[in-house]
């Protein structure tokens, strides 16, 4: 059963435009959503959360908005520049089960100069 | 702030041995997550460890242990190793063990079994 999805498993954008990711959950319990970018062979890398109190949470260039009626989150990169090119993966928490996070399958972005 | 490391960052091994790894968090936190990401799964939670103890197991056989020691540095250990245990081992630390809180990621270990 897999709680947490991303339907996309690659998206390609233009340098200058917006990159759009989208993640879906199935369980109403979740109350934090954090977006991890990630490189080959390396460690996901930190972007940004947001909490189930918020909807819209921003941090320079990259903007989550989270819609809890639908299940589902977004994550908003504008303007997209190649150095943007990763697979990003959204994932996971509720309270009670501390440090385990649920993580979607990941989207590979591709941002085209 | 130094981030969180793991070593060794590259191991090959064969079936029926055993593996250790190791995770130093980043300074001043006491959580410690692993998770394994294999192609066909993708990022699966193992277990976490807070204050040397087991706050929460995924769901993995009985060959993966782990363990936190007083200074937070954790240790992995996969027993009997077998060929679908190839995988990238990614340890990541928190602050403390609430579930809203970031985790930082490691590079990872990068285990391959033959």
Avoid at chain 1, 43 to 68: A, C, Q, W, Y
Avoid at chain 2, 77 to 95: H, I, K, Q, R, W
Avoid at chain 2, 96 to 113: C, D, K, M, S
Wanted: charged share 15%; with cysteine.
């Amino acid at each position: 059963d897999q709680q947490v999805k991303q339907n996309s498993p690659s998206l390609s954008v233009q340098e200058g435009r917006i990159s759009i990711l989208n993640c879906d959950y199935t369980n109403s319990m979740f109350d934090y959503f954090l977006w991890y970018k990630k490189y080959p062979a390396e460690g996901p890398t930190f972007l940004i959360s947001i909490s189930s109190i918020k909807d819209k949470n921003e941090d320079g260039r990259f903007t989550v908005f989270l819609n809890k009626s639908a299940k589902h989150l977004s994550l908003h990169i504008v303007p997209s520049q190649p150095g943007d090119s990763a697979v990003y993966f959204c994932a996971a928490n509720y309270d009670n089960q501390g440090g385990k996070l649920i993580f979607g399958q990941g989207t590979e972005l591709s941002v085209k100069p | 702030k130094a981030g969180v490391t793991q070593t060794p960052r590259y191991l090959i091994k064969t079936r029926g041995q055993q593996v250790t790894l190791s995770c130093s968090p980043i300074s001043g936190h006491r959580s410690v997550s692993w998770y394994q990401q294999t192609p066909g799964q993708g990022l699966q939670f193992l277990f976490e460890y807070f204050s040397e103890t087991q706050r929460n197991k995924g769901n993995f056989p009985g060959r993966f242990s782990g363990r936190q020691f007083s200074n937070s540095r954790s240790e992995m250990n996969v027993s009997t190793l077998e060929l679908g245990d190839s995988a990238l081992y990614l340890c990541a630390s928190s602050p403390g063990p609430a579930g809203q809180e970031t985790q930082y990621f490691g590079p990872g270990t990068r285990l391959l079994v033959l």
